[in-house]
């Protein structure tokens, strides 16, 4: 399984970008993807993660702000991110796992993507 990010890169406060997770090894219809990111110095902190069946979940800071979605046919996940803060620079990375359970816990995800860097300015 293979998970590679693009689309990060510098954006103003209050602005918006989308990354994208592009998948391989896997059928995206039998797993749950999610996006976590990371700070400096911080822990890892859940996103966005998406089931199988499409049912979607947030972590309350990014609820109303980001969006994740999958293209099946093109095996890439996204994360529609808008409004960015402050607060939303970090490293994000996808990933991905078997099963629909614990789905905001990073230690269930079995295979990662390097991640990718979005430096957000003020």
């Known amino acids: 399984v293979q998970l590679v990010e693009s689309g990060g890169g510098l954006v103003q406060a209050g602005g918006s970008l989308r990354l994208s997770c592009l998948v391989s090894?896997?059928?995206?219809?039998?797993?749950?993807m999610a996006w976590f990111r990371q700070a400096g110095g911080k822990e890892r902190e859940f996103a966005a993660a998406i089931w199988s069946s499409g049912f979607q979940f947030y972590g309350d800071s990014m609820r109303d702000r980001f969006t994740i979605s999958r293209n099946n046919a093109r095996r890439t996940v996204y994360l529609q991110m808008n409004t960015l803060k402050p607060e939303d620079p970090a490293v994000y990375s996808c990933a991905a796992m078997s099963g629909p359970m614990f789905y905001a816990q990073s230690a269930q995800y079995a295979h990662w993507g390097q991640g990718t860097q979005v430096p957000v300015s003020s």
């Open positions: 090894g896997v059928t995206l219809n039998n797993v749950t």
